[in-house]
């Protein structure tokens, strides 16, 4: 068997007569692949020879079509809002399209609900403040905790003696009324004026005891104005005229 060939030249064959057998061929070339127009895209068959085919160019089967994709979805940061991209065909490919809404914008937050906050001074010894609302925003601010008055400040009002003038405190709050330096409230028996006067007085235990160091002696001596029990008083003829409260 020599290129296929039976010779006698040789003598004994050393192939058998398969084996000398050439294999058959394929006629042609290859065909191009088939295509297939799909609803988005193509599939490309190819064409086949071989044995199975017993050498003859057989068109194999075409794949499947590209399936159109589920729609993507998405919920939102609220929680609540779910949106859609589904997917049409662009230049024969699946693609997917725009959101079909847009997601709610998240509030903007600036503290946490029920927050107070603290800031400067204010008015009467105040205090400025701030609360953060359930929308989660501050509240303008306020002055809370004021006093009455202003600190220093005088003022005669709810005063019951002429004269008498009460000041504000450092904590903005009213002190007690009082009367000018050197001098004391009094009550005059005759009209009930109420004053703040510079008279001196005695009691009955010391005919030196006065209001005044520089008192004269003469006002104690003056009998039938003073007893055991108060009120003090400035007398004249015995007749109480005034009298400490």
Same mark, same amino acid.
């Given at each position: 068997?020599?290129?296929?060939?039976? !010779?006698?030249?040789?003598? *004994?064959?050393?192939?058998?007569?398969?084996? #000398?057998?050439?294999?058959?061929?394929?006629?042609?070339?290859?065909?191009?692949?088939?295509?297939?127009?799909?609803?988005?895209?193509?599939?490309?068959?190819?064409?086949?020879?071989?044995?199975? *085919?017993?050498?003859?160019?057989?068109?194999? $089967?075409?794949?499947?079509?590209?399936?159109?994709?589920?729609?993507?979805?998405? /919920?939102?940061?609220?929680?609540?809002?779910?949106? *859609?991209?589904?997917?049409?065909?662009?230049?024969? !490919?699946?693609?997917?399209?725009? @959101?079909?809404?847009?997601?709610?914008?998240?509030?903007?937050?600036? #503290?946490?609900?029920?927050?107070?906050?603290?800031?400067?001074? #204010?008015?009467?010894?105040?205090?400025?403040?701030?609360?953060?609302?359930?929308?989660?925003? @501050?509240?303008?601010?306020? #002055?809370?905790?004021?006093?009455?008055?202003?600190?220093?400040?005088? *003022?005669?009002?709810?005063?019951?003696?002429?004269?008498?003038?009460?000041?504000?405190?450092?904590?903005?709050? @009213?002190?007690?009324?009082?009367?000018? /330096?050197?001098?004391?409230?009094?009550?005059?028996?005759?009209?009930? $004026?109420?004053?703040?006067?510079?008279?001196?007085?005695?009691?009955?235990?010391?005919? $030196?005891?006065?209001?005044?160091?520089?008192?004269?002696?003469?006002?104690?001596?003056?009998?039938?104005?003073?007893?055991?029990?108060?009120?003090?008083?400035?007398?004249?003829?015995? !007749?109480?005229?005034?009298?400490?409260?």
């Amino acid at each position: 068997c020599v290129g296929g060939k039976w !010779v006698d030249s040789l003598g *004994t064959c050393s192939k058998t007569v398969a084996e #000398c057998t050439p294999d058959p061929e394929c006629e042609g070339t290859q065909p191009a692949d088939a295509v297939k127009q799909c609803e988005c895209g193509t599939v490309k068959a190819s064409y086949k020879c071989d044995a199975s *085919t017993n050498y003859q160019w057989v068109q194999g $089967a075409f794949p499947a079509c590209p399936a159109k994709p589920a729609d993507i979805t998405e /919920t939102c940061s609220d929680g609540k809002t779910v949106r *859609t991209k589904s997917y049409t065909c662009v230049n024969n !490919v699946w693609t997917a399209g725009d @959101w079909d809404r847009e997601c709610p914008e998240e509030p903007v937050t600036e #503290c946490t609900a029920g927050q107070v906050e603290t800031g400067a001074s #204010c008015g009467n010894c105040g205090t400025q403040k701030r609360t953060c609302g359930a929308d989660g925003k @501050w509240s303008s601010w306020e #002055c809370s905790g004021q006093g009455v008055c202003v600190p220093g400040t005088t *003022t005669a009002e709810g005063c019951n003696f002429n004269q008498q003038t009460k000041t504000c405190n450092s904590v903005c709050q @009213w002190n007690d009324c009082k009367c000018p /330096t050197g001098s004391q409230p009094w009550i005059f028996s005759q009209g009930g $004026a109420k004053e703040c006067v510079s008279y001196c007085y005695c009691d009955t235990s010391s005919s $030196a005891g006065s209001f005044e160091p520089a008192c004269p002696s003469s006002q104690c001596a003056r009998e039938g104005c003073y007893s055991d029990n108060p009120p003090l008083g400035i007398c004249s003829g015995g !007749v109480v005229l005034a009298y400490q409260p």
